[in-house]
């Protein structure tokens, strides 16, 4: 029951089905990439920064930042249930810095749009949720880094902080994942109009852009929440490692 | 750490901060509820059965079924932890029942609505998401009614279903309020307009809704979610009932 976890050690053993799933949400994942840029490049004419095309960038970007690379970046710890947790913990921040970059860009795409268009900004639901997600996203980054990556935060805190940290990262993923769909459903009923009534090819595609989008968010909180696929608990890791290097240096081994 | 816990009996205590959190999504979803209910009555004309107005039926059924209804069952096993588990299921149970029924109500509200005014059915996202919660909520239901209400599921079978019934039924609570946040988008591009990037009151006013709508999902969510705040564990109650009298009617003592 009791699996001895040590930093670089690989003790413990992945569970026989977790790389299957792991395997289908990548699958998803990269599909909801490729379909939203075929979604804007098949009708929406594609990409480009410096036109009205720029518009596009929003869309993608978001996908692939705070949906793709968001999601990627909370299976970390399951995926790489082997490796040393501080290198896991890097890969986890790293992840979650392209994701936040690739988002900005995104959130640059479409004020700069609507800027150059005379569009008012900031009315609709779609961009009053992205707004939260995007200062939730980063007070949750800057909150995990001060906690767990920046030396020093006692061990009591951590422990404490953890619970938080991992439900509100869940909750901001799913909350993406709404407000992408909410995006998607914006942009279907400006450009398509009465055609969307019509099962015109845009509006199907898209569509299924919106499942896959949720399947995807759903394929993510399957993997979090298996209770079986966790890491072994704190508690066993703090009592059985043995790494006084990280301990003298303010950093407890056991820590996330 | 070990609570004995025996149909009827209340060893477990409360958590000190659980009853302020339910209290609070209550009042979430009363709020939910009743703005629901004034969006529809201040901006839309307030709801009839036999006339154009059959429409607003389905946003209000949805929200009081699918979204606070379907929330509060979710929430019983928490609520009433100190209660017979038997009597808490069969709450669960109906509740769910409720929801399904006023769902239903909110279903044939939009069909006869689209049917009377010659539009398309089943072509939105909305529609499909709807249409993809309601037999997720359907098959969900029986399943948790074979497995866990209906006499003679071995106890095995229970304890491998359970995760997957919980998993499940926080899955499809979460995309039913991302499929009511799709509906209140679409609604507002139909009916406002251009209106809508004027700040009019209706706009403001649906888009708190649709944070609130976001806001009872996280809370929900976070009681349910909440590892210190779930009944003890199948496992210890397994071992420490002695309730032989639903043990010879094939019914485990531990069930949930």
């Known amino acids: 029951i009791v ?106 795409a479409v004020f700069d749009y609507h800027r150059k268009k005379g569009y008012t900004d900031l009315y609709s639901l779609h961009s009053w949720c992205g707004i939260l997600v995007f200062v939730l996203y980063l007070v949750q980054w800057l909150a995990g880094f001060s906690f767990f990556l920046f030396p020093g935060a006692p061990f009591s805190l951590r422990s404490r902080y953890r619970p938080q940290h991992i439900f509100f990262g869940a909750t901001i993923f799913l909350l993406s994942v709404g407000t992408a769909l909410l995006g998607l459903k914006e942009a279907l009923l400006f450009n398509l109009g009465d055609k969307y009534s019509a099962f015109e090819p845009e509006g199907v595609l898209a569509n299924v852009l919106g499942l896959l989008l949720a399947c995807f968010g759903g394929a993510v909180l399957y993997i979090l929440t298996r209770a079986d696929w966790k890491r072994p608990s704190q508690a066993e890791e703090q009592a059985l490692s043995m790494d006084f290097k990280t301990l003298t240096e303010g950093d407890s081994p056991g820590s996330q």
Chains 1, 2 share one sequence.
């Open 3 to 108: 699996c001895l976890s040590m930093e670089g050690g690989a003790a413990a053993s992945t569970p026989a089905a977790l790389p299957y799933y792991v395997a289908f949400s990548q699958l998803l994942g990269l599909t909801l990439v490729a379909m939203t840029g075929a979604w804007l490049g098949l009708y929406r004419g594609g990409i480009a920064w410096e036109s009205d095309l720029q518009f596009n960038a929003h869309p993608l970007c978001m996908v692939i930042g705070l949906v793709f690379l968001q999601g990627d970046a909370l299976l970390v710890y399951r995926v790489f249930r082997n490796e040393a947790k501080r290198t896991t913990k890097v890969l986890h921040g790293l992840l979650h810095v392209f994701a936040l970059v690739i988002a900005l860009v995104g959130l640059v």
